[in-house]
């Protein structure tokens, strides 16, 4: 995939695009020069995306060193994996909302508990044990390309104000691709750095939390209700985590919201045909026009798939039941 020149946005703020070692789109992330000169996203954590940041920022004048704050739209680690680097290289507090530290370290630094959770809610969905382990050794793969600092953290709250560079930021509370997801507005400019709860050509895959009793929940609910808030702001750009910018935003929600309506009828209709179907069956489903079943497939088509019958179940279109412990869906 070709690399998009690094270009400025708005006065103050160079966009860069920084190459991803999987299979997604380039990751953009936003230098902000100024007072405080800020960094929003850090690409992943390996040495050749440092070099690369840091190459891109001295043809405008800069350098890596310079950056004195990093703030997070969300801790996914094509968006975070620098910034423990960034970290201890020159100090740089990281910003990011409570939920998703919260979220990140049970990902990043689990506990037994956490692990025994996350077991119980992957064979729920119908997976095999070994399944369940190849998803565990993808969580420890991924693990290997950053972690968030275990210092220097800053949690951030809806209503904070935040100096980048020489601009002011709100932050907006957007869980759903995440569960702690951040877009901050820049009011001045009507500009929305909307990380990947806003892309161009996809809706992002949902987040699936454990609750207090360890069971799965999924993000997409939340998604949703996210996307209704934005369509409040008057936006003129938004610069995306990946793929190209936007300048109209509600309507790139609205497609969204019809993705998403489309994808629920395929679920009614296939249980309609079917029967009472366990998750990954219904993900089979799901990915069958996709052509694909890599386990980092499986797992991004699981958490769709749980977010779609979340919502269908929240219309009481859908119902599920626990049989010997994997949920079972079936049609009202």
């Known amino acids: 995939m070709i690399q998009p020149a690094s270009r400025e946005v708005f006065p103050g703020i160079i966009h860069i695009s920084l190459p991803v070692p999987f299979k997604v789109e380039p990751v953009n992330v936003y230098f902000l020069a100024g007072e405080i000169p800020t960094i929003i996203d850090t690409g992943v954590g390996t040495e050749r995306t440092f070099e ?6 001295r043809t405008f004048g800069f350098a890596a060193k310079e950056i004195r704050q ?3 739209t969300h ?3 094509d968006h975070s994996g620098l910034s423990g680097k960034i970290h201890r290289l020159t100090g740089s507090p990281v910003l990011l909302h409570a939920s998703e530290w919260k979220e990140m370290k049970q990902v990043q630094y689990p506990t037994a508990e956490n692990l025994k959770d996350q077991f119980r809610a992957f064979r729920s969905w119908g997976l095999a044990a070994d399944q369940v382990k190849q998803f565990d050794s993808m969580r420890q793969a991924l693990n290997k390309l950053g972690t968030l600092p275990l210092e220097g953290i800053r949690l951030l709250n809806e209503g904070d104000v935040i100096q980048a560079g020489d601009h002011l930021l709100k932050p907006i509370f957007c869980p759903g691709h995440s569960a702690g997801s951040l877009c901050y507005y820049l009011t001045a ?3 929305l750095f909307c990380g990947d709860h806003i892309l161009a050509r996809i809706s992002p895959n949902p987040c699936v939390v454990l609750d207090k009793k360890g069971m799965a929940q999924s993000g997409l609910p939340m998604y949703i209700d996210s996307l209704d808030r934005l369509a409040n702001y008057d936006v003129r750009m938004c610069l ?3 793929g190209n910018s936007l300048s109209d935003l509600p309507g790139r929600i609205a497609a969204i919201k019809r993705e998403h309506a ?3 009828q395929r679920f009614l209709a296939y249980l309609g045909e079917a029967g009472p179907c366990d998750l990954l069956q219904l993900t089979r489903v799901f990915l069958a026009d996709l052509g694909k079943d890599r386990v980092e497939d499986l797992f991004l088509g699981m958490r769709e798939a749980v977010g779609q019958v979340s919502l269908l179940e929240q219309k009481n279109l859908i119902q599920s039941e626990d049989v010997a412990g ?7």
């Open 52 to 57: 690369w940041l840091d190459k891109e920022l």
């Open 70 to 72: 990093v703030i997070l």
């Open 75 to 77: 801790g996914h680690i």
């Open 189 to 191: 400019g009507k500009v």
């Open 240 to 242: 995306t985590g990946h």
């Open 262 to 264: 489309e994808r629920q």
């Open 326 to 332: 994997v949920r079972q869906y079936s049609l009202q």
